[in-house]
């Protein structure tokens, strides 16, 4: 029995199937944990839902930025946009049960007894300890009546660093924040949400979230996530694996092979 982590799907269904082709991936045998982003721009989203749904206990999957805002337009508070390519899975049937479905999903897990995944990575003043606990306080908001306006309070780039003291949509925005859009720290704790291009473009001033410093984090510990297209997965550095290798914007997907530690993608051309 093999675990193995996807990076962003983001409605690449073609893609996807291929690539776990490549793994020879078994639902009977096997275990899939997906990063996030399972739909958004892709052109194959319900197609993609259908699928990962299919699979029941043999997959799992934190939420993403687009998963989110699939949420949202559902609720009311955002209108999809036509790069969205959501057209398909919000005129299905299935549309409530995807829903239902993804609410229930974490913004971080334990893949093992020392891998956490999120979406974005981990902030770099928690713990991966804090990072499951604030993922639970999110999900029991989205799980609750009223998770529509809990949702609701989600956009904005403020607060940019974290306080202990935070509390209300203040403190959900930026737990949120940091799982699902983190990229770059600016001063060591600020979440820096203006830059998207890999390290080497990016200003003078913003570091990495991976090449901040983090003491709360084990030597053992590691961390993989995705969400950062043009990282392409180079974190150069063993502790943090990046897996969104761009697929939608015709790169590769990437998956990790947890219990060998190896790593396997197909090319958009492949």
């Keep these: ?3 193995y982590i996807v990076g962003d799907i983001q409605g690449c269904f073609l893609g996807l199937q291929k690539l776990l082709k490549k793994v ?14 399972l739909i958004g721009r892709g052109t194959q989203p319900l197609e993609t839902l259908d699928y990962l749904y299919s699979l029941e206990n043999s997959f799992d999957t934190v939420l993403g930025n687009h998963d989110l805002n699939l949420l949202a337009i559902f609720a ?3 209108k999809a946009k036509p790069n969205d390519n959501l057209d398909t899975l919000l005129a299905s049937p299935k549309l409530n049960t995807y829903i239902n479905w993804l609410r229930l999903k974490p913004l971080a897990l334990m893949a093992n007894q020392d891998t ?8 770099p003043q928690w713990s991966v300890k804090k990072a499951l606990k604030f993922s639970l306080e999110v999900s029991e908001q989205l799980q609750a009546k009223d998770w529509k306006e809990s949702l609701a309070c989600m956009y904005g780039n403020q607060p940019s660093i974290w306080q202990k003291s935070l509390q209300g949509s203040r403190r959900f925005r930026f737990i949120v924040n940091a799982m699902t859009r983190m990229r770059f ?9 203006s830059c998207k291009t890999s ?8 570091t990495p979230w991976f090449k901040v410093i983090n003491t709360k984090l084990k030597s053992n510990q590691k961390v993989v996530f995705g969400h950062w297209a043009s990282l392409n997965g180079d974190t150069y550095d063993g502790q943090f694996i990046g897996l969104d290798t761009g697929y939608v914007w015709e790169q590769d997907m990437t998956l990790l092979n947890l219990s060998s530690g190896e790593i396997c993608s197909v090319n958009f051309q492949d």
């Excluded at 390290?199 to 913003?206: M, S």
Aim: proline residues 7%.
């Design 1 to 3: 029995m093999a675990t």
């Design 24 to 37: 020879n991936f078994s639902p009977i045998n096997d275990r899939l944990i997906a990063v996030g982003d």
């Design 76 to 78: 009311g508070i955002r």
């Design 116 to 123: 956490l995944i999120t979406h974005a990575g981990l902030y």
């Design 185 to 193: 720290i600016e001063n060591q704790n600020e979440l820096d949400f």
């Design 199 to 206: 390290p080497e473009l990016a200003p003078q001033g913003l």
